[in-house]
């Protein structure tokens, strides 16, 4: 039999429910393998193990002498370190958080603690979710679990890494340009962007508040299911939140995918496009088809501005949410007891690594007077217009599909002195934000050992059509299972 | 500052001056701050206790707006008579400084797609007797920054002291048109707007820092001064007479008037250069991501318009016909909601209105004037005030004394029965006593006295020297009679 941390957390859940594993046990299961991987895939910034512990026996006891059992009841769970915990710190991978300890959980915290998940540790990150790669991080690269010469894919690169290499059970992790599916696609995880408003932000340390949404970084399609039932849902501290009816996201993912339609977007599938990538994909495609889906090869011809976009609203809105870091409340601050504050603000300022600076300068330049016409409003034009775009397709499809990478993961350092290339690597799930779409990624190959990702992307508020494809998908193969080589 | 008043008018220049207002009001009567549950009456408590991971900007937090906060706007945006769009916009203004917790502003904005709460809009103000009708640009929320303290001047203080108490109050923020045009007229205008405010219940304005106001003034063809931290309305028209003079001077010199932005140092009475137009922060205004568009229905709208209490300019009509006051009075009476609210509630008390409103008119809004304060923050109380008419009815002191009795009310905060028995303002009806008193004023003024013989007018002179002997308690009528009486003797033994 498995050991208990390679299992699912749908599956401990009722192992738990039953008797047949303790929480307790499961948190000692989960340390020891932590222990003998974590040194070289380096997932965590804060690991809880105490804490952990004493929740997992609270959690035994009041399991024993009461009724409650929440959908989370005894499942370990890894955060990316941009969410806010109470008393823990979090440090968003940048200097400038490293002391920072919040007074307050965030939201989706609450709701996980409600549901009695217990939070083993905080992940790395590119410094404030800044990257594709997880090596913008002021602490330690994160390496794939799949090949440790090889980036785990980012932002959210410590969330998929611990969860791929069975470090964690369930992840959150946060995506404003991709950041979970992104590193999905590299870790062969599964991990779904919600249609903005669907799961608060309120301490989700932000960004790009239009962007960005939390989301699970989970083993398969049905914990990302489960983990969903807990995160969405209206929250009276974000505005932005939709007041959608409480859904079942297991409930519905049997249902049969017969006669569905799904689109293909050919700039999807551009010259960027690694072969082994667009092999895999159309592998897919052909699966689906065997199931009852139809497809059409189809144009969303503003996808190619879908990168410019989405780069100049994000560091425009960064520009503007990283203002308030300048070491006076909380956060770093120069040994330094005299002079004017702007210099002070200045000198604490340098405790952002380059990546964050760059975008704090090209955001600050888009919004200035003379500028802003010219970029940042002509970017919310194209936002509109790409959403007209996708709206227009989803009259005739169901869903539209493509890669959730271009390519397979990157080597550590390959990307790191190229941000523009970098940046162009965001052409398949960048839409997604700027759209406010759901998208899911789930594995569907290899090229040379390393994952490739499949990316589905719903109409507003079609999550539970995207979950039921992805579940169809995963009932079909294999992929999500493969674990990687790393022993321990 | 009493040599600028003076020197106003030292430059007889016709050229027009320009003067456009921006007001920041806290709307204190709400209950919790614009964006989080953080309650409002900050002031006078330890700093920094009146905070939350919201209004302090924590990573992570996010805004929620106060829904109650829509709500007064709106009652301001129609008691302005502004236009009250059907979706209004929150905006984010970027600018560093150590008393914005996140180090943007969440405000309005009217460019770029911005719609504030209300745009347009007027105040009518009477000038010279005539009604003069100023526009309003627009009026927008807003979140207060946090308040900085220094140790003595900004240029000389070794640290800066911050409390974030009052960060994310509730401000209104009142723009209006160049139409101002003269120290006096924006003071009117502000009194009138204050007036509006408090008839709402929307801000108590007596508050310390609760309404202050930057000011824009320019002498017609000229480059425009913004003048910042003008903190009292008390303080506007001052700031703008000296900005006036400084302009004036340096028309007169032939030295063009820098565009910039100048900060009033209230204890020296005097603009400093703050800096120069190209010194200006560009704000880079952006629609705030965190809030969505606020949906204001006409049922909304008309809601707040049937609950919106009596306005200023509707209670002054009414104080004409109901009361029989004149206009003028009426007026004055209305400035303000405490001054029309004590008037009132004197009525209620004692139905003589006529005598209420001529006391307040001459004799209490001096006194308060002269002390610098505001009828609810003297001590005298309506109760008070009529009782001390009512001893007039009763003739227990004259109206001469009366006068007196109330500037030691007001003074020195006591009740007019206690005045009345320590100073010995009673009045003295008694004729022996009165006599007394007329017969020493006899011996002291001689050459009066014989005036008086041949001219009943001197008399007046003598019975007043009988009134400066008793501090007034003197019945005036028995005096007067008295020294009639002897007088006429005085000119029976001559013929």
Redesign the interface.
Same mark, same amino acid.
């Given at each position: 039999m498995a050991s208990f941390y390679e299992l699912t957390a749908y599956e401990l859940h009722s192992m738990l429910q039953n008797g047949d594993i303790t929480a307790e046990e499961l948190i000692y299961s989960l340390f020891d393998r932590i222990q003998k991987t974590e040194t070289k895939i380096k997932a965590y910034i804060t690991l809880l193990k105490e804490n952990a512990i004493n929740q997992a026996r609270l959690l035994d006891k009041k399991l024993r002498n009461s009724n409650f059992f929440g959908i989370l009841a005894g499942i370990p769970i890894a955060i990316k370190d941009?969410?806010?915990t109470k008393n823990i710190r &979090?440090t #968003?991978s940048s200097k400038m958080?490293d002391n920072?300890v *919040?007074?307050?959980n965030?939201t989706v915290i609450e709701r996980i603690l409600a549901e009695g998940g217990i939070i083993i540790g905080k992940t790395n990150m590119d410094e404030f979710a800044m990257g594709t790669t997880t090596e913008s991080s002021y602490y330690q690269i994160t390496h794939n679990p799949w090949s440790l010469e090889h980036v785990p894919g980012g932002s959210s690169g410590g969330s998929a890494a611990a969860v791929a290499a069975d470090e964690t059970i369930l992840a959150l992790g946060s995506d404003t340009g991709g950041s979970i599916r992104c590193p999905a696609s590299f870790c062969n995880m599964t991990g779904i962007k919600v249609s903005y408003g669907s799961i608060s932000? @309120?301490?989700?340390?932000?960004y790009? #508040?239009?962007l960005e949404q939390i989301g699970p970084l989970t083993k398969d399609v049905r914990d990302c299911a489960l983990l969903l039932n807990v995160l969405v849902g209206r929250d009276?501290? +974000?505005?932005?939140t939709l007041n959608r009816p409480k859904i079942d996201f297991l409930a519905t993912l049997d249902e049969d995918i017969k006669g569905l339609r799904i689109g293909i977007p050919k700039e999807f599938m551009g010259t960027g496009t690694a072969e082994a990538v667009s092999k895999a994909v159309w592998n897919a495609v052909h699966l689906l088809e065997s199931f009852g889906v139809t497809y059409d090869e189809i144009s969303i011809p503003l996808i190619d501005y879908a990168v410019p976009c989405y780069y100049i609203i994000a560091m425009?809105?960064a520009?503007?949410n990283l203002?308030?870091y +300048?070491g006076?409340?909380?956060g770093y601050r120069v040994e330094k007891d005299e002079g004017e504050?702007?210099e002070i603000?200045a000198e604490d300022r340098l405790a952002f690594g380059p990546e964050v600076r760059r975008r704090i300068m090209l955001g &600050?330049y888009a919004?200035?007077?003379g500028y802003?016409d010219m970029y @940042?409003?002509k970017a919310l034009k194209v936002r509109t217009l790409l959403r007209n775009q996708f709206e227009a397709q989803f009259k005739s499809y169901d869903i539209i599909l493509g890669p959730t990478m271009p390519t397979t993961p990157f080597k550590i350092g390959e990307m790191i002195s190229d941000p523009l290339a970098m940046y162009r690597t965001d052409i398949d799930t960048v839409a997604a934000n700027v759209t406010g779409l759901p998208a899911i990624s789930i594995p569907c190959g290899f090229s040379d050992g390393l994952p490739i990702g499949l990316q589905l992307i719903g109409n507003s508020l079609q999550e539970e059509l995207l979950l039921r494809v992805a579940y169809k998908f995963q009932q079909e193969t294999d992929y999500h299972k493969k674990k990687p080589p790393i022993g321990g | 500052m009493g040599t600028a008043v003076e020197k106003d008018n030292m430059f007889s220049d016709s050229d027009e001056v320009l003067i456009g207002l921006e007001i920041h009001v806290q709307l204190t009567k709400l209950k919790t701050k614009l964006f989080c549950g953080c309650a409002t009456d900050y002031r006078g408590k330890e700093p920094n206790t009146y905070v939350c991971?919201i209004c302090?900007?924590?990573?992570?937090?996010? *805004?929620?707006?106060n829904k109650k906060a829509i709500d007064f706007a709106i009652m301001v945006g129609l008691a302005l008579e502004c236009e009250i769009p059907l979706k209004t916009f929150f905006y984010?203004k970027?600018y560093?400084y150590?008393d914005m917790?996140?180090?943007?502003q969440i405000s309005q904005y009217n460019k770029?797609g911005g719609v504030p709460i209300g745009l347009g809009g007027h105040v009518t103000i009477e000038i010279n007797k005539q009604k003069k009708t100023i526009n309003l640009t627009r009026i927008q929320l807003e979140e207060d920054p946090g308040r900085l303290t220094y140790l003595g001047s900004i240029t000389s203080s070794d640290y800066?002291l911050?409390d974030y108490n009052r960060a994310g109050i509730t401000l209104l923020e009142i723009v209006t048109e160049p139409d101002l045009r003269s120290p006096r007229e924006a003071r009117l205008f502000l009194q009138k707007l204050r007036s509006i405010i408090e008839h709402l219940g929307v801000a108590d304005g007596s508050l310390e820092g609760s309404m202050r106001c930057d000011a824009n003034i320019s002498i017609r063809g000229g480059n425009r001064v913004e003048v910042k931290n003008i903190s009292s309305f008390k303080a506007v028209q001052k700031a703008l007479q000296f900005e006036l003079i400084r302009q004036r001077r340096q028309k007169a010199d032939g030295v063009k008037t820098v565009m910039e932005t100048r900060h009033w140092d209230d204890e020296k009475g005097i603009t400093i250069s703050l800096r120069t137009k190209e010194e200006e922060h +560009?704000y880079?205004y952006?629609p705030e991501? +965190?809030?969505?568009p606020i949906e204001i229905t006409p049922d909304w709208i008309e809601k707040i318009r049937s609950q919106m209490p009596e306005l200023p300019d509707a209670r002054r009509e009414r104080f004409i016909r109901d009361y029989q006051i004149p206009p003028y009075d009426a007026g004055v009476l209305t400035s303000s909601k405490a001054l029309a609210d004590f008037f009132e509630n004197c009525i209620k008390l004692y139905n003589h209105p006529k005598i209420i409103s001529n006391w307040i008119m001459s004799d209490l809004l001096r006194h308060l004037n002269d002390l610098n304060i505001e009828i609810n923050e003297s001590t005298v109380t309506p109760e008070q005030f009529v009782n001390m008419l009512k001893y007039i009815d009763t003739g227990t002191i004259s109206r001469r004394s009366a006068k007196k009795v109330l500037w030691d009310m007001i003074r020195e905060g006591k009740p007019p029965e206690q005045i009345i028995q320590e100073d010995g303002h009673q009045r003295i009806g008694d004729e022996n006593v009165i006599r007394q008193f007329v017969d020493e004023i006899f011996k002291e003024y001689p050459q009066a006295v014989q005036d008086a013989i041949k001219d009943d007018k001197a008399i007046n002179f003598l019975s007043g020297q009988v009134m400066r002997k008793t501090r007034g308690t003197a019945d005036p009528k028995i005096t007067y009679q008295l020294i009639k009486e002897k007088i006429d003797l005085l000119r029976k033994k001559a013929n």
């Amino acid at each position: 039999m498995a050991s208990f941390y390679e299992l699912t957390a749908y599956e401990l859940h009722s192992m738990l429910q039953n008797g047949d594993i303790t929480a307790e046990e499961l948190i000692y299961s989960l340390f020891d393998r932590i222990q003998k991987t974590e040194t070289k895939i380096k997932a965590y910034i804060t690991l809880l193990k105490e804490n952990a512990i004493n929740q997992a026996r609270l959690l035994d006891k009041k399991l024993r002498n009461s009724n409650f059992f929440g959908i989370l009841a005894g499942i370990p769970i890894a955060i990316k370190d941009n969410i806010c915990t109470k008393n823990i710190r &979090t440090t #968003c991978s940048s200097k400038m958080l490293d002391n920072y300890v *919040p007074p307050y959980n965030a939201t989706v915290i609450e709701r996980i603690l409600a549901e009695g998940g217990i939070i083993i540790g905080k992940t790395n990150m590119d410094e404030f979710a800044m990257g594709t790669t997880t090596e913008s991080s002021y602490y330690q690269i994160t390496h794939n679990p799949w090949s440790l010469e090889h980036v785990p894919g980012g932002s959210s690169g410590g969330s998929a890494a611990a969860v791929a290499a069975d470090e964690t059970i369930l992840a959150l992790g946060s995506d404003t340009g991709g950041s979970i599916r992104c590193p999905a696609s590299f870790c062969n995880m599964t991990g779904i962007k919600v249609s903005y408003g669907s799961i608060s932000r @309120y301490g989700l340390i932000s960004y790009a #508040c239009s962007l960005e949404q939390i989301g699970p970084l989970t083993k398969d399609v049905r914990d990302c299911a489960l983990l969903l039932n807990v995160l969405v849902g209206r929250d009276p501290y +974000d505005s932005t939140t939709l007041n959608r009816p409480k859904i079942d996201f297991l409930a519905t993912l049997d249902e049969d995918i017969k006669g569905l339609r799904i689109g293909i977007p050919k700039e999807f599938m551009g010259t960027g496009t690694a072969e082994a990538v667009s092999k895999a994909v159309w592998n897919a495609v052909h699966l689906l088809e065997s199931f009852g889906v139809t497809y059409d090869e189809i144009s969303i011809p503003l996808i190619d501005y879908a990168v410019p976009c989405y780069y100049i609203i994000a560091m425009s809105e960064a520009s503007s949410n990283l203002a308030r870091y +300048d070491g006076i409340r909380y956060g770093y601050r120069v040994e330094k007891d005299e002079g004017e504050w702007n210099e002070i603000f200045a000198e604490d300022r340098l405790a952002f690594g380059p990546e964050v600076r760059r975008r704090i300068m090209l955001g &600050t330049y888009a919004l200035s007077a003379g500028y802003y016409d010219m970029y @940042y409003l002509k970017a919310l034009k194209v936002r509109t217009l790409l959403r007209n775009q996708f709206e227009a397709q989803f009259k005739s499809y169901d869903i539209i599909l493509g890669p959730t990478m271009p390519t397979t993961p990157f080597k550590i350092g390959e990307m790191i002195s190229d941000p523009l290339a970098m940046y162009r690597t965001d052409i398949d799930t960048v839409a997604a934000n700027v759209t406010g779409l759901p998208a899911i990624s789930i594995p569907c190959g290899f090229s040379d050992g390393l994952p490739i990702g499949l990316q589905l992307i719903g109409n507003s508020l079609q999550e539970e059509l995207l979950l039921r494809v992805a579940y169809k998908f995963q009932q079909e193969t294999d992929y999500h299972k493969k674990k990687p080589p790393i022993g321990g | 500052m009493g040599t600028a008043v003076e020197k106003d008018n030292m430059f007889s220049d016709s050229d027009e001056v320009l003067i456009g207002l921006e007001i920041h009001v806290q709307l204190t009567k709400l209950k919790t701050k614009l964006f989080c549950g953080c309650a409002t009456d900050y002031r006078g408590k330890e700093p920094n206790t009146y905070v939350c991971p919201i209004c302090l900007g924590l990573p992570g937090t996010l *805004p929620v707006v106060n829904k109650k906060a829509i709500d007064f706007a709106i009652m301001v945006g129609l008691a302005l008579e502004c236009e009250i769009p059907l979706k209004t916009f929150f905006y984010r203004k970027n600018y560093y400084y150590p008393d914005m917790p996140k180090n943007y502003q969440i405000s309005q904005y009217n460019k770029a797609g911005g719609v504030p709460i209300g745009l347009g809009g007027h105040v009518t103000i009477e000038i010279n007797k005539q009604k003069k009708t100023i526009n309003l640009t627009r009026i927008q929320l807003e979140e207060d920054p946090g308040r900085l303290t220094y140790l003595g001047s900004i240029t000389s203080s070794d640290y800066t002291l911050v409390d974030y108490n009052r960060a994310g109050i509730t401000l209104l923020e009142i723009v209006t048109e160049p139409d101002l045009r003269s120290p006096r007229e924006a003071r009117l205008f502000l009194q009138k707007l204050r007036s509006i405010i408090e008839h709402l219940g929307v801000a108590d304005g007596s508050l310390e820092g609760s309404m202050r106001c930057d000011a824009n003034i320019s002498i017609r063809g000229g480059n425009r001064v913004e003048v910042k931290n003008i903190s009292s309305f008390k303080a506007v028209q001052k700031a703008l007479q000296f900005e006036l003079i400084r302009q004036r001077r340096q028309k007169a010199d032939g030295v063009k008037t820098v565009m910039e932005t100048r900060h009033w140092d209230d204890e020296k009475g005097i603009t400093i250069s703050l800096r120069t137009k190209e010194e200006e922060h +560009d704000y880079r205004y952006f629609p705030e991501p +965190d809030l969505v568009p606020i949906e204001i229905t006409p049922d909304w709208i008309e809601k707040i318009r049937s609950q919106m209490p009596e306005l200023p300019d509707a209670r002054r009509e009414r104080f004409i016909r109901d009361y029989q006051i004149p206009p003028y009075d009426a007026g004055v009476l209305t400035s303000s909601k405490a001054l029309a609210d004590f008037f009132e509630n004197c009525i209620k008390l004692y139905n003589h209105p006529k005598i209420i409103s001529n006391w307040i008119m001459s004799d209490l809004l001096r006194h308060l004037n002269d002390l610098n304060i505001e009828i609810n923050e003297s001590t005298v109380t309506p109760e008070q005030f009529v009782n001390m008419l009512k001893y007039i009815d009763t003739g227990t002191i004259s109206r001469r004394s009366a006068k007196k009795v109330l500037w030691d009310m007001i003074r020195e905060g006591k009740p007019p029965e206690q005045i009345i028995q320590e100073d010995g303002h009673q009045r003295i009806g008694d004729e022996n006593v009165i006599r007394q008193f007329v017969d020493e004023i006899f011996k002291e003024y001689p050459q009066a006295v014989q005036d008086a013989i041949k001219d009943d007018k001197a008399i007046n002179f003598l019975s007043g020297q009988v009134m400066r002997k008793t501090r007034g308690t003197a019945d005036p009528k028995i005096t007067y009679q008295l020294i009639k009486e002897k007088i006429d003797l005085l000119r029976k033994k001559a013929n």
